[in-house]
């Protein structure tokens, strides 16, 4: 599969074609924002936080990154994904991309998407990411629809597509640039890169990542004390409400429990439409526990 030329964006500067995890390829994304991590930084991702992809990019704790079957699987999988999706689709000319950064007022942003397709009777150039998943989707992550976003921004286009390969299901979905959205990305992606510039840290958030980034940033235990003041105080009400949160949340998952006996499923009546709230699972031959479905 050929790269696409460059000179078809110009809104884009063209970096280079790296293979991907190549050393050429971690240095043109160093202290940038590449599609995969704008998600992160808008609060969709349940992998990482903004708080420990600032602290990864300045050096300050290690990326932990391994790779395991699910991605090795999805890298293996790309290529013939993209051949199955080209045989699909014979009206669109198919192309590895490169990576590219915004040429004028965001030259942070970078994209290095899947593929370009481009229209043989129309011309237009469409993004083209593949994604695969153990489990079917019922629609597209929100942090999937953010990375497309910024590839078209990048690259000045109008669409895209993401194939994904999900619970053994083939699903196509098309998503039109939406500038209100791109908008948003781009003022939080500002905020983040001045945070970069100036070793500041990101607001903080309530996520594990950031408490286990911390964690990794003061790794030693010197024999002293701090004042906390009113941190503390915050601290110790907040930990109150967790506790007494918990304990109210297994009481009413008991009563639940007991009010469904051996029903599988549980549902509300939301907006004149059936809603499962909970399902009862069981491991072997153990006693079924209560899965609530948010």
Known sequence: ??????????????????????????????????????????????????YALWAKKLGLIPDSFQDNWATRLG??????????FGQEHPQL????????????????LHANPDAIAMDKESGEYIVIEVKTARYAWDSVP???????QQYMYVMGLEKAIIVA??????????????????????????DFYECLEQSMKPDWD????????????????DDTEVDLETL?????????????????LTRLKSMVLDNMGYAKTGFIMFDGQKR???????????????????
């Open 276 to 294: 499962k709230v909970v399902s009862r699972q069981a491991r072997r031959d153990g006693a079924p526990y209560l899965v609530i479905h948010k």
């Open 1 to 50: 599969m050929q790269f696409v030329s460059p000179e078809h964006f110009p809104q884009a500067r063209h970096l280079g074609d790296f293979e991907p995890d190549s050393a050429e390829w971690h240095e043109a994304r160093k202290m940038s924002i590449g599609g995969s991590e704008i998600g992160t930084i808008m609060g969709l991702s349940q992998w990482e936080s903004a």
């Open 165 to 190: 390969v999900a619970g053994m299901e083939w699903n196509e979905y098309i998503i039109e640039r939406d500038d209100f959205q791109i908008a948003t990305q781009l003022m939080k992606a500002k």
């Open 93 to 108: 000319e198919i192309y590895r991309a490169g990576t590219f950064r915004e040429a004028y007022d965001y030259p942070y």
């Open 75 to 84: 890298k293996a999988f790309e290529e013939p994904i993209l051949e199955l």
């Open 142 to 148: 929100p942090q999937y629809e953010a990375q497309v």
């Open 206 to 221: 309530g996520s594990e990542h950031t408490y286990n980034a911390v964690r990794q940033l003061h790794p030693q235990i």
């Open 232 to 248: 503390g105080i915050h601290l110790l009400n907040a930990q109150a409400m967790a506790e007494e949160a918990t304990s109210n």
